[in-house]
């Protein structure tokens, strides 16, 4: 268990944050630019250290200023993946892969052996003799990742892991993330601006806005309850996982949704509330997706109005309160919602 209180002061900014992380813990960190969350992985990686604050791994403690106590990063068993990856030029895929399980001490036929087992699961085995600077961004990502996976750190720390990548490889270097991180043992801190990545591969999500922890729960409860007007309009937005005929999706949790366009097979949608309609009586006219739901709580958040919609499947709406109040939307209340087809964004999971 990571247990750390951080407390880093700079000119006009201030950290001040309070984080656990348990095993097999997988915790998101979201919050807008330059709230510290970088930062907060420089500090628990011992690239920067803590002002004031402890930060222990179980019983050894890795950082505190008031007994002189300091674990140098590679002594402190993490791995760090940021989203500009820094790979060895002057090495081959395969090579920077080995090169940290050898800096660990396995033997160089165990580690290449590793290596190539990490290149083929993140799809590269073709490229595992070409260097860095014949890969594209998201090739020397998927190195980047490989190389700190086949460590299998004690504490995994991404830094915005899959934003190098285009939207087709995403979804898959993302299954081999959520593969490999339900086998874990050790935790993982995971640094978004992706509120599906959030949902697909956190137990946990804690957000950061100005240097400090404004919510902290699980993506759903984030979701359903935001508590700032940031965190309602990142992580309000409604991620439903199904399996896709290329057009209509049947949801894993039951209903269907209609995509304009989707890849047909595993795939997750996301549906912002702000383009959710809601009414009283079933609506007239073609829009695709059309379904009684039934309030369950009403929210203002800012200038809009959250209204957590049960049904199949459930969703999240954004109304203006002029509207809510138009359409009398207490809790309780029976309506339809609908959304747009076009308003439906699918990729493959
Ligand atoms: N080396 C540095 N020296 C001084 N100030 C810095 C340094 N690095 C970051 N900062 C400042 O510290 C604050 C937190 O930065 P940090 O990079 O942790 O934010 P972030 O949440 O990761 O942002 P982003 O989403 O843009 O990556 C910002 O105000 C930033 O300008």
Same mark, same amino acid.
């Given at each position: 268990m990571i247990a750390a209180r951080l407390l880093v002061r700079r000119a006009g900014f201030t950290l001040d944050?309070?984080?656990?992380v348990g095993p097999g813990?997988?915790?998101?960190?979201?919050?807008?630019?330059?709230? *510290?969350? !970088?930062?907060?992985?420089?500090?628990?990686?011992?690239?920067? $250290?803590?002002d004031e604050g402890r930060i222990a791994n179980d019983d050894t403690v890795w950082?505190?200023?008031? +007994?002189? &106590?300091?674990?140098?990063?590679?002594? %402190? @068993?993490?791995?760090?993946?940021?989203?500009?990856?820094?790979?060895? =030029?002057?090495?081959? &895929?395969?090579? /920077?892969?080995?090169f940290g399980l050898r800096a660990r001490r396995v033997d160089r036929r165990a580690a290449r052996a590793r290596s190539l087992e990490w290149l083929a699961r993140l799809g590269l085995t073709e490229l595992a003799d070409r260097r860095p600077d014949e890969l594209s961004r998201g090739q020397a990502q998927r190195v980047a990742l490989a190389r700190t996976l086949a460590t299998r750190p004690r504490l995994l720390l991404l830094d915005e892991p899959l934003a190098a990548l285009d939207a087709t490889v995403r979804g898959e270097v993302r299954r081999h993330l959520a593969d490999y991180l339900r086998g874990e043992h *050790?935790?993982?801190?995971?640094?978004?601006?992706?509120?599906?990545? =959030?949902?697909?591969?956190? /137990?946990?999500?804690?957000?950061?806005?100005?240097?400090?922890? !404004?919510?902290?729960? +699980?993506? *759903?409860?984030? $979701? +359903?309850?935001? %508590?700032?007007?940031? +965190?309602?309009?990142?992580? *309000?937005? /409604?991620?439903? %996982?199904? !399996?896709?005929? @290329?057009a209509r999706v049947s949801l894993d949790g039951g209903g269907t949704l209609t995509a304009a366009s989707a890849p047909t097979g595993a795939v997750v949608?996301?549906?912002?509330?702000?383009?959710?309609?809601?009414?009283?009586? %079933?609506p007239a006219g073609s829009p695709r997706n059309v379904w009684p739901v039934t309030v369950t709580a009403v929210q203002q958040t800012g200038h809009t109005v959250r209204l957590t919609l049960e049904g199949t499947p459930p969703i999240s709406a954004d109304l203006t309160p002029g509207a809510v109040a138009e359409l009398g939307l207490a809790a309780g209340a029976h309506a339809w919602a609908s959304v747009k087809a076009n308003e439906v964004r699918a990729e493959a999971r």
């Amino acid at each position: 268990m990571i247990a750390a209180r951080l407390l880093v002061r700079r000119a006009g900014f201030t950290l001040d944050v309070d984080l656990t992380v348990g095993p097999g813990e997988v915790v998101a960190v979201l919050g807008p630019n330059g709230a *510290g969350k !970088t930062t907060v992985l420089r500090a628990l990686a011992g690239l920067e $250290a803590v002002d004031e604050g402890r930060i222990a791994n179980d019983d050894t403690v890795w950082d505190d200023p008031a +007994t002189g &106590a300091w674990v140098p990063p590679q002594g %402190r @068993g993490v791995g760090l993946v940021f989203s500009e990856h820094l790979l060895f =030029a002057r090495m081959s &895929a395969l090579e /920077n892969v080995s090169f940290g399980l050898r800096a660990r001490r396995v033997d160089r036929r165990a580690a290449r052996a590793r290596s190539l087992e990490w290149l083929a699961r993140l799809g590269l085995t073709e490229l595992a003799d070409r260097r860095p600077d014949e890969l594209s961004r998201g090739q020397a990502q998927r190195v980047a990742l490989a190389r700190t996976l086949a460590t299998r750190p004690r504490l995994l720390l991404l830094d915005e892991p899959l934003a190098a990548l285009d939207a087709t490889v995403r979804g898959e270097v993302r299954r081999h993330l959520a593969d490999y991180l339900r086998g874990e043992h *050790g935790g993982c801190l995971l640094v978004t601006h992706d509120p599906v990545d =959030a949902t697909l591969l956190a /137990n946990r999500a804690v957000v950061l806005e100005d240097g400090h922890v !404004t919510q902290d729960g +699980t993506p *759903g409860e984030l $979701a +359903t309850a935001p %508590r700032t007007a940031w +965190t309602a309009k990142l992580l *309000g937005v /409604n991620v439903y %996982r199904g !399996t896709s005929d @290329g057009a209509r999706v049947s949801l894993d949790g039951g209903g269907t949704l209609t995509a304009a366009s989707a890849p047909t097979g595993a795939v997750v949608l996301t549906v912002s509330p702000a383009s959710v309609a809601v009414h009283r009586d %079933r609506p007239a006219g073609s829009p695709r997706n059309v379904w009684p739901v039934t309030v369950t709580a009403v929210q203002q958040t800012g200038h809009t109005v959250r209204l957590t919609l049960e049904g199949t499947p459930p969703i999240s709406a954004d109304l203006t309160p002029g509207a809510v109040a138009e359409l009398g939307l207490a809790a309780g209340a029976h309506a339809w919602a609908s959304v747009k087809a076009n308003e439906v964004r699918a990729e493959a999971r």
